[in-house]
């Protein structure tokens, strides 16, 4: 085989290996287990007609006792998920910095598995909750498999491990009543923080707008930990790892993720899928930040201490790559569920530091696996396999799949040939990077972790003044949510620490006093790069509502529609029934949605065509004007041509944006509201209607009469 074709083979490699276990059962006859026919599976064996089901059915209890055994515990944290197929490029040769096999050619493309989640919620829960979202990546290497086991917040809760079950028990539901599901508001986590202020930048970032998604596909990750790059020379850098998706960071509002959680539970994850689905596959470039080892202690903060971001402006995120999810999988059981991640899956190349947070993880997965997938063999399940070959001495254990002949499973030996032999480092063996360490053991923080307060101040700084209410108005809804009175104060008095205004506001809304001593800590730099009003805007996927009735106008909806799917934009047909719509001009549409099955918060922005008829029957209908005061509320893009500019007239939207509506066939546009009148050419308003839906939201709305949105 040369070397393209080796290139080649290692992209489908992880594919190939997983085709093996794949099973379509299509024109097959049922079987049990052991492979036996079946002639009936609707009716147990009896005794008689009327008499009680047979012991020796073994169908029956086979079919029985494998569905009762179903279910596996599911994971402690990040238990709902979603996962997808796809493959890592990287664009140019980072041997200067990392030996890693997958970072050396462009030409090669690596496979990965990505894993998103929640971490709080039930595997049941929704996919909208205000939550951390992890991003687990599988990079299957030439050299072994490789975990970048992210979330999409850049910073965590508490600096040392052993802190990791008491901020994990005090965010998931109180245990005397198991309430609430997936969520922070509640009294035993803010009593946690209250009580460890470490925790102060974390919730910072927690009730800012990064912890409702709009979409998996727009969502940054962040590998959060310290590692290390280490070259073939053995030389070590410090090194941050960040994804940065092509299509920026975008968010929900908060009352919009509240009713998604209701109306469609499942909304990243099938979003995810139907992007992959229709081919719109998601990206993600590879961001690293690197520190030189001799500049450990350069910085105003300890770069090991979790709970401190770098600052892309002092320290710049070089993209090295891109990694693209092109693939569903084929069952999420087998694959997302069974997926087993691990912090401390690396390849040479790639090394730890002495994050304390870090070192405690390293533990943590494996032991949580062992559980969780029954045994030690779980490295065998199809997902989780290396295409790397794996040879060791480690034998049996629960549902061990290899056949490991031989009479040899020691080492060293010599009946063996000492095989399977220690590989050098030439020969790609991981070799640790030779940190020198020395101390004497002790169970305390160095001092260098006492800072709690200015990135929190720092972050605050950093938002826009839309993100600063959206903050604002999380506090209110979580401690709101909290029922000791006292704890609430407590709130306050922390976060007066952070910055006086932003505690005044939130004792505002929540009750209790605002603080009595002039808050801050001072800073007053600002990092721009962690403002998502600074994200990549981009129009492409995006999803816009149609609205029709009977007698709309077909020459508009046929122009918006062509516009929108010329620039990679969805639309969807609504109406008030399923089924053909017929337009003034007497062709017909047909509505793929209905006001049942549909609702302002399922998409990006709306528009409404015009046609006196259909604007007439919108006007009567309550389901109409919910979508577009919805719509205007939660900041989105609204576009009326013709006729139904009056509808919005009749709307929360007049209040506000249409009073400079022209009547002229000219375009006018104001916060985020298109609309064009006594025209029937929409070149120019479809233009404007992709540009508003490339800002995602409209966020000057809220400055408009103090109403806010979400
Ligand atoms: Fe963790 C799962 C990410 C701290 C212990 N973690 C888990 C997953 C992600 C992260 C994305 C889900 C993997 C999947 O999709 O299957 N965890 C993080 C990040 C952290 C972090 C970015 C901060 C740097 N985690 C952390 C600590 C500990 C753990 C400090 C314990 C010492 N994490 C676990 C775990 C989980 C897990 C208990 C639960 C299920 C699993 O591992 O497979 O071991």
């Known amino acids: 085989m040369d070397k393209e074709q080796q290139k080649q083979n290692l992209e489908n490699k992880k594919d190939q290996q997983l085709e093996n276990f794949r099973i379509d059962h299509k024109n097959t006859k049922l079987t049990t287990n052991q492979g036996v026919r079946v002639t009936d599976t609707d009716d147990s064996l009896k005794a008689g007609d009327r008499g009680p089901t047979l012991m020796e059915d073994f169908h029956f209890r086979e079919k029985m006792t494998h569905f009762d055994h179903e279910r596996i515990p599911e994971r402690v944290v990040h238990a709902r998920g979603f996962g997808a197929h796809g493959y890592f490029q990287v664009y140019e040769p980072m041997a200067e910095y990392s030996k890693a096999a997958f970072l050396q050619d462009p030409s090669v493309k690596t496979p990965v598995f990505v894993r998103f989640s929640t971490v709080v919620g039930s595997r049941g829960s929704a996919d909208t909750v205000r939550d951390v979202r992890g991003f687990a990546t599988k990079f299957y290497t030439e050299d072994g498999n490789y975990d970048l086991v992210a979330n999409n917040i850049p910073i965590f809760f508490i600096q040392d491990a052993i802190k990791f079950p008491d901020v994990v028990h005090a965010l998931k539901p109180e245990p005397h009543n198991e309430i609430p599901q997936a969520s922070a508001a509640h009294d035993t986590f803010w009593d946690f923080v209250v009580n460890n202020t470490e925790t102060a930048h974390m919730i910072m970032w927690l009730l800012s707008d990064r912890a409702i998604p709009r979409s998996f596909r727009m969502m940054e990750g962040f590998g959060v930990n310290t590692f290390r790059f280490v070259n073939e020379q053995?030389?070590?850098?410090?090194?941050?790892?960040?994804?940065?998706?092509?299509?920026?960071?975008?968010?929900?509002?908060?009352?919009?993720?509240?009713k998604l959680a209701g109306k469609d539970p499942d909304f990243h994850r099938r979003d995810l899928w139907d992007a992959i689905n229709m081919g719109e596959y998601p990206e993600y470039e590879l961001g690293v930040q690197m520190i030189e080892e001799e500049d450990e202690f350069k910085f105003d903060f300890d770069i090991l201490d979790p709970t401190k971001f770098w600052p892309e402006e002092i320290v710049p995120v070089i993209k090295i790559g891109k990694m693209t999810l092109n693939r569903n999988q084929d069952n999420f059981f087998a694959e997302t569920e069974q997926a087993a991640f691990h912090a401390g899956h690396v390849v040479p190349g790639i090394d730890f530091s002495n994050d304390p947070l870090l070192q405690g993880r390293l533990f943590s997965y494996t032991d949580t696996q062992l559980l969780r997938l029954n045994g030690p063999n779980f490295h065998e399940i199809p997902?989780?396999?290396?295409?790397?070959?794996?040879?060791?001495?480690?034998?049996?254990?629960?549902?061990?799949?290899?056949?490991?002949?031989?009479?040899?499973?020691y080492s060293p030996n010599s009946l063996r040939n000492n095989s399977p032999q220690p590989a050098s480092d030439i020969e790609h063996g991981y070799t640790h990077y030779a940190e020198k360490v020395e101390g004497q053991k002790i169970r305390k923080r160095n001092v260098s972790f006492d800072d709690h307060y200015r990135q929190a101040t720092l972050f605050w700084n950093s938002m826009s003044s839309a993100e600063k209410q959206h903050i604002i108005k999380a506090f209110h809804f979580e401690v709101g949510s909290v029922k000791d009175k006292q704890l609430k104060q407590r709130?306050?008095?922390?976060?007066?620490?952070?910055?006086?205004?932003?505690?005044?506001?939130?004792?505002?809304?929540?009750?209790?006093?605002?603080?009595?001593?002039?808050?801050g800590t001072g800073v007053t730099a600002s990092s721009p790069a962690i403002s998502q009003e600074n994200t990549i805007k981009s129009a492409r996927t995006r999803k816009v509502a149609i609205l029709i009735e009977n007698g709309f106008t077909f020459n508009d909806v046929t122009q918006v529609m062509t516009a929108l799917s010329g620039a990679g934009i969805h639309a969807d047909i609504i109406s008030m029934n399923l089924g053909m719509i017929t337009s003034a001009e007497g062709q017909q549409l047909e509505a793929n949605k209905s006001y049942a099955n549909s609702g302002s918060i399922m998409y990006d922005a709306l528009y409404i065509a015009g046609g006196k008829q259909s604007v007439d029957s919108l006007l009567m209908h309550k389901d109409a004007k919910d979508f577009i005061n919805d719509s205007f509320v939660h900041a989105k893009p609204i576009g009326a041509t013709n006729e139904a500019v009056d509808l919005l007239m009749s709307s929360d939207v007049q209040r506000i944006a249409l009073a400079g509506v022209d009547t002229q066939g000219q375009v006018f546009y104001d916060l985020g509201i298109v609309t064009v009148r006594n025209t029937s050419d929409l070149t120019a308003f479809t233009q404007e209607f992709i540009n508003a839906l490339a800002e995602h939201r409209h966020w000057m709305r809220q400055n408009q009469d103090g109403k806010m949105s979400g």
């Open 234 to 258: 053995g030389k070590a850098r410090f090194v941050k790892f960040h994804w940065k998706p092509l299509l920026g960071v975008h968010s929900l509002v908060w009352d919009e993720a509240q």
């Open 383 to 409: 997902i989780n396999r290396p295409i790397a070959p794996v040879n060791n001495n480690q034998r049996d254990g629960f549902h061990r799949m290899s056949i490991d002949k031989g009479a040899v499973s």
């Open 491 to 519: 709130v306050v008095e922390m976060f007066n620490n952070v910055d006086g205004q932003l505690a005044a506001e939130i004792a505002k809304g929540i009750g209790v006093n605002p603080p009595q001593i002039p808050g």
